[in-house]
């Protein structure tokens, strides 16, 4: 069964702290692997990776994807408090005629930073 | 505001009861989607549509669970006889079909009493 495992579950550091939140995944077919922000409201996208050792920024967010080893990484430098969320992996399933197929999601990270 | 909207924001209902929600994707996506959320959890997959058409469905989307899409511009997702187990967060999503860059709408809160 397709399956996407995020760890830790929650994460709690200070304003200043970097951080690595993980993701693993066992899905047939991949395809792309996104990363979402969600606080208390619906998930706001961050990264689609793709292909293998290839980081994607996005000012204090990185994100690289090892698909030898089936995982990828979520790293946050300098967190701030406005960074509290749950932070969701998700790889797109299988799909139907070839065409993009539906997201499995983790149950996600759940990041507080104190000030 | 031109993104993903969904109406009702909440809706309360007994048990037992019907229930439809509504989602109008971003104007030029072809593909929407619907995902189930519920406390702790991931959002959960249920169905989606490549412009009117359902091409996938969730084992989890039950008898008393249906979608439609009637002219591939928003799509209602209907409940029938809800039940407690129901009582979750509905998310709609859309994405224009070239990637899979899935674009969330604010979701609807059900809470079946």
């Known amino acids: 069964e397709d399956k996407v495992v995020q760890s830790p579950l929650s994460l709690v550091v200070h304003e200043g702290d970097t951080v690595t939140l993980n993701c693993s995944y066992e899905?047939?077919?991949?395809?792309?692997l996104l990363w979402y922000k969600q606080e208390k409201k619906a998930p706001t996208f961050l990264f689609m990776l793709?292909?293998?050792?290839i980081e994607k920024k996005s000012g204090r967010l990185s994100s690289i994807l090892d698909k030898k080893e089936l995982f990828s990484i979520l790293n946050i430098t300098a967190t701030q408090t406005g960074d509290s969320a749950v932070y969701l992996c998700?790889?797109?399933?299988?799909?139907?005629?070839?065409?993009?197929?539906?997201?499995?999601f983790g149950k996600g990270t759940k990041l507080s930073v104190k000030p | 505001d031109t993104g993903v909207s969904q109406d009702p924001r909440h809706k309360i209902t007994k048990r037992g009861q019907n229930v439809t929600f509504r989602c109008d994707p971003i104007s030029e996506h072809n593909r929407l989607y619907w995902y189930r959320q519920t406390l702790g959890q991931g959002p959960e997959f249920l169905t989606y549509?490549?412009?009117?058409?359902?091409?996938?469905k969730s084992r989890l989307l039950s008898d008393r669970f249906s979608a439609e899409r009637p002219k591939g511009s928003f799509s209602t997702l209907e409940i029938q006889r809800t039940e407690q187990g129901d009582s979750a967060m509905y998310l709609c999503?859309?994405?224009?079909?070239?990637?899979?860059?899935?674009?969330f709408g604010p979701g609807t809160r059900l809470t079946v009493l």
């Open positions: 549509f490549q412009n009117e058409a359902q091409l996938e």
């Open positions: 899905v047939t077919n991949f395809r792309s």
């Open positions: 999503a859309s994405t224009p079909g070239r990637v899979n860059e899935q674009f």
């Open positions: 793709t292909s293998s050792g």
């Open positions: 998700a790889v797109e399933g299988p799909n139907y005629g070839g065409s993009q197929g539906n997201l499995i």
